[in-house]
C-alpha cells in the first residue's frame, strides 16, 4: 500500500525505522512536543465548546434542543476534552493519552449527528463534522495510525447520519464532498506532518552519531567514553558490579606513519579495529582513544577472564597480516573496577599497566590490580 501511494504522491511518506530500538527512540523524543500539543490543544478544544454552548441559537433551534445542546456540550465533550488534556500534562498518565484522544471524535461526531437528528435546520451543525476530521489529523497532536483509524471511523458516521437525515435533493451529494475534503487535506497534512517530525529526529540522530563517533574507524570516540563510563560506574556502584577496563596501544605506531606514510598508518587503524570488533562481545564497548590507543570496556568478568581475554586480542593482533607494514603488535594494560574507583581512577590504573607493558618490552599485557 505504501509502495502504491508513494507513486501517486509528489512527496516521500514518512519513513519506517530500520528497528524497534530506532522506533522506541523516536516515540521517546518525539513524546513530549505531542504532550504539550495535546494538553494545549484539548484544553483550548474544551473552552471553544463552553463559548459554543452560550451562542444565541435561538434563530435554529427550538429552546428544547439548545438545552439538550448545553447537556451534551457542557456533561459530556467539555469533561471528556478536559480530562485529556489533564493526562497529557500529566506524564505518568500519556500513555493512556492516545487511546482517550482517538475515541474523543468518535465520542463528538456521534453526539454531533445525535443533535442533528433533533433539529430541522442542522446545517450550523454540520461545519463541526467537518472540522472535527480534519482537526484530529492536523491540529489534535495524534499519531498517525490512531488519526487515520478515527478519521475513517468519524467520516463513515458523518456519512450514515447524513444519509437518513437530509432529505433535501441535491444536499447529500455536497456532503460526502466536504467529507473527502477534510478528510483527504487531513489526511495529507498528517502525512507531511509526520514526515517532518520523522526527518527532524533522524536528522538529530545523524549528528548526534557524527558527535560520538571516530570517522576513520567508526567506533566510538573519547566523547561517548565518558558517557558508558559514567553509566556503567553508577550501574556497579548500585548492584555491587564490577567490569574490566583494557586500554590497547599499538607498538612503535609512529615508526610505522614515519616509514610507510600515514595512508598506511589509517589501513592499519582500519584493520586492527575490524580484528577488534570481531571478538569484543555484543554488550562490551570498543573505543578508538587517541591516536593509536584504544579502550575496550568489558562487562561481567573476572580477574582470570580479563587476563585471558586480553592475551586472545593480543595474539590475534600479531597474527594477522598488514599489508605493507606486515607485522603489527599492540600492548595492553587492563584492570577491574572497583567500589573506591572514579572515571579518572580507573583510567589511570590502567594506563599505567599499559605503560608497564610498554617499559617491559612491547608486544604483552598487563593487568593491574592496584
Known amino acids: 500500500m505504501q509502495k502504491i501511494l508513494q507513486y501517486i504522491l509528489p512527496f516521500k511518506l514518512p519513513l519506517k525505522f530500520p528497528n524497534n530500538e530506532l522506533n522506541a527512540l523516536y516515540h521517546e523524543w518525539d513524546k513530549p512536543s505531542r504532550q504539550l500539543q495535546i494538553s494545549a490543544i484539548s484544553f483550548l478544544t474544551a473552552l471553544l465548546y463552553v463559548i459554543f454552548t452560550f451562542i444565541d441559537k435561538s434563530s435554529w433551534a427550538p429552546e428544547q434542543v439548545q438545552t439538550l445542546m ?73 499519531n498517525f495510525s490512531y488519526a487515520l483509524i478515527s478519521a475513517t471511523v468519524c467520516s463513515v458516521i458523518l456519512l450514515v447520519s447524513a444519509f437518513y437525515l437530509m432529505s433535501q435533493a441535491g444536499t447529500y451529494p455536497m456532503h460526502v464532498f466536504w467529507i473527502i475534503c477534510s478528510f483527504s487535506f487531513g489526511l495529507l497534512g498528517a502525512l507531511i506532518f509526520d514526515g517532518s517530525r520523522k526527518a527532524v529526529f533522524m536528522s538529530q540522530q545523524e ?34 558490579k564490577t567490569f574490566g577496563l ?13 616509514r610507510f606514510g600515514h595512508d598506511a598508518g589509517d589501513k592499519i587503524l582500519q584493520n586492527i579495529t575490524h580484528v577488534l570488533s570481531k571478538l569484543v562481545r555484543e554488550n562490551d564497548t570498543l573505543i578508538r582513544w587517541g591516536g593509536e590507543e584504544f579502550i575496550v570496556i568489558a562487562l561481567e568478568v573476572d580477574e582470570q577472564n580479563l587476563i585471558n581475554f586480553c592475551g586472545k586480542l593480543r595474539k590475534k593482533i ?33 594506563d599505567k599497566a599499559l605503560f608497564e607493558a610498554k617499559e617491559k618490552g612491547r608486544n604483552m599485557t598487563v593487568y593491574a590490580k592496584n
Not at 552519531?209 to 556497579?236: F, H, M, W
Open 246 to 258: 583494557l586500554v590497547i596501544d599499538i607498538d612503535n605506531f609512529k615508526i610505522i606513519n614515519d
Open 207 to 240: 549528528l548526534h552519531r557524527l558527535a560520538i563517533t571516530d570517522p576513520l574507524t567508526g567506533l566510538y570516540n573519547g566523547t561517548q567514553l565518558d558517557n558508558v563510563l559514567s553509566k556503567e560506574i553508577a550501574r556497579g556502584f548500585r548492584y555491587d
Open 70 to 142: 448545553q447537556r451534551v456540550h457542557l456533561l459530556i465533550i467539555v469533561p471528556m476534552m478536559l480530562t485529556i488534556s489533564f493526562l497529557a500534562y500529566k506524564k505518568r498518565f500519556y500513555k493512556y493519552v492516545m487511546l482517550a484522544l482517538a475515541a474523543s471524535p468518535i465520542i463528538a461526531v456521534s453526539c454531533n449527528a445525535y443533535l442533528a437528528s433533533k433539529l430541522s435546520n442542522y446545517v450550523p451543525i454540520l461545519p463541526e463534522g467537518y472540522l472535527c476530521v480534519f482537526w484530529l489529523f492536523i491540529v489534535s497532536g495524534m
Open 318 to 350: 600479531e597474527d594477522e597480516h598488514y599489508d605493507t607494514a606486515g607485522k603489527v603488535t599492540v600492548s595492553i594494560g587492563s584492570t577491574l573496577f572497583r567500589q573506591s574507583d572514579s572515571q579518572e581512577s580507573l583510567i589511570s590504573r590502567a
